[in-house]
């Protein structure tokens, strides 16, 4: 079961580095299995830590992900408190 923390933390780390790559992409530059990628990709934006943007240059269409912005996360009332603080 640890191996697949790593992973996903491994991925989520990938994803905060270089954004707008596709699954296929971290296959080749990380050397894991597709499948792998995929669910780990998946449990990340299952927690709401990164988010999809669909792009079709090609009749091919290219699932590209993102990380989500830090103030999204935060819980709502810190985020109130923060814009408060910013105004001042």
Same mark, same amino acid.
């Given at each position: 079961?640890?191996?697949?923390?790593?992973?996903?933390?491994?991925?989520?780390?990938?994803?905060?580095?270089?954004?707008?790559?596709?699954?296929?992409?971290?296959?080749?530059?990380?050397?894991?299995?597709?499948?792998?990628?995929?669910?780990?990709?998946?449990?990340? %934006?299952?927690?709401? @830590?990164?988010?999809? +943007?669909?792009?079709?240059?090609?009749?091919? $269409? #290219? *699932?590209?992900?993102?990380?989500? %912005?830090?103030?999204? @996360?935060?819980?709502? +009332?810190?985020?109130?408190?923060?814009?408060? $603080? #910013? *105004?001042?």
């Amino acid at each position: 079961m640890p191996k697949k923390s790593n992973t996903t933390e491994q991925i989520y780390s990938w994803v905060c580095k270089n954004p707008g790559m596709c699954t296929y992409d971290f296959e080749k530059k990380l050397k894991m299995s597709g499948g792998r990628v995929r669910h780990a990709l998946y449990m990340l %934006e299952k927690k709401g @830590l990164i988010k999809f +943007k669909w792009e079709r240059n090609s009749p091919r $269409i #290219k *699932k590209l992900t993102f990380p989500v %912005e830090a103030f999204s @996360l935060l819980p709502k +009332k810190m985020w109130n408190d923060l814009k408060k $603080i #910013k *105004k001042r």
